[in-house]
């Protein structure tokens, strides 16, 4: 049946069968489906796949290797999500970049506070292994520490004193966990990572200044002992300024500025916008910040170019959440991975976790 026959069988519709069958419509299909493309068996990675007929409209195949079967939802964010047309209006919020409260979008969806929880960190965490490499360029680096948040979790038994101790746990504290920021000048590219807890060492840089992530780069830090400790050792040039004076005296372009600027925008996000952030989930809005950072700078680039305007946010978003192939399962490993980064940092008063992972 042709699209205009459909259209002149609609408008003889009444007004409650014409909702009914939009409802219906929006319930038959994902905002990610236009996006999906498949190239490989989505369990084992085999190439050796074939179509196998369809599932709720979805087309299905089946891996010659592993001999499962599968679509393109599987094993990526957008699986077991129900109520196609609530998840797709939660979805085209999500691409405004923008952060509503999640009490908002509870009562406009008409959803469990559960189902929207997860919902919004399902998609968070499709950008958690954002990687961002710098290459032959300038680098500012810096750190910024937010105090342990257990947002969300029960069991504490903090008593009335939280409110004076929070107060007092500034700057090296045990109880900060530190992020680091990197932004490379040529590329324009920022990089947030989350950590560790307490003070900066030696092992912690080590850890983050790998060889395939910085190549033949110069950064630029202030005068942290530990950074001019490991710079020394490492295969990486290294300028340094004093944080009192923000600069080098000798060479003014040596200095991290624009990095803070960054660490003050995301600070401002977390503490402002998010009302704060469980530390269980703060690496999944690094990611997202960065990642929004990346699309204002390369609409930027476009506006300030004679190139035609191609790039797209929705279909970036997409691509991205669709493509991810192991998003999903650092989503459902949040909890664990929490409780372990608490107990390497010697934090085990950790709680028990309010909200919980389940397919829906």
């Known amino acids: 049946m042709s699209i205009s026959n459909i259209k002149s069988r609609v408008s003889k519709l009444s007004i409650s069968e014409k909702v009914e069958l939009i409802d219906f419509i929006k319930n038959s299909y994902s905002i990610f489906d236009e996006y999906s493309e498949i190239n490989s068996c989505s369990f084992c990675g085999s190439g050796k796949i074939f179509k196998n007929g369809t599932r709720n409209g979805f087309q299905k195949y089946v891996c010659k290797d592993c001999e499962r079967n599968f679509t393109y939802k599987t094993n990526t964010v957008i699986s077991g999500v129900h109520s196609l047309n609530k998840w797709n209006a939660f979805v085209e919020d999500f691409m405004s970049l923008n952060i509503t409260p999640l009490a908002e979008l509870r009562a406009k969806l008409k959803v469990t506070q559960q189902t929207i929880f997860n919902w919004r960190h399902k998609l968070l965490s499709a950008f958690s292994k954002y990687d961002v490499k710098f290459k032959k360029e300038e680098v500012e680096f810096d750190e910024t520490y937010f105090l342990i948040s257990r947002k969300g979790r029960q069991g504490m038994n903090v008593g009335k004193k939280l409110k004076s101790w929070r107060k007092n746990q500034v700057g090296d504290s045990p109880y900060n966990v530190k992020l680091f920021f990197s932004f490379g000048r040529n590329s324009k590219q920022l990089e947030l990572h989350q950590s560790h807890m307490g003070r900066t060492a030696k092992a912690d840089l080590e850890r983050y200044f790998t060889r395939n ?137 950790y709680g028990t976790c309010r909200n919980h992972y389940y397919y829906g």
């Open 213 to 349: 992530k910085f190549e033949k780069t110069t950064v630029y830090s202030d005068a942290h002992p530990s950074y001019k400790s490991f710079f020394k050792s490492s295969n990486l040039k290294h300028q340094i300024f004093s944080s009192k004076d923000h600069v080098n005296q000798e060479n003014n372009s040596v200095h991290n500025q624009t990095i803070n600027a960054y660490m003050r925008d995301f600070k401002s996000f977390v503490n402002d916008r998010l009302k704060g952030v469980s530390t269980k989930y703060l690496a999944f809005y690094a990611k997202w910040f960065q990642f929004i950072n990346d699309c204002k700078n390369k609409i930027k680039s476009l506006l300030n170019s004679d190139e035609k305007m191609k790039f797209d946010i929705q279909s970036t978003i997409c691509d991205n959440v669709v493509d991810d192939k192991i998003g999903f399962e650092l989503f459902r490993q949040s909890e664990y991975s929490f409780v372990k980064f608490l107990e390497h940092n010697g934090r085990t008063n």
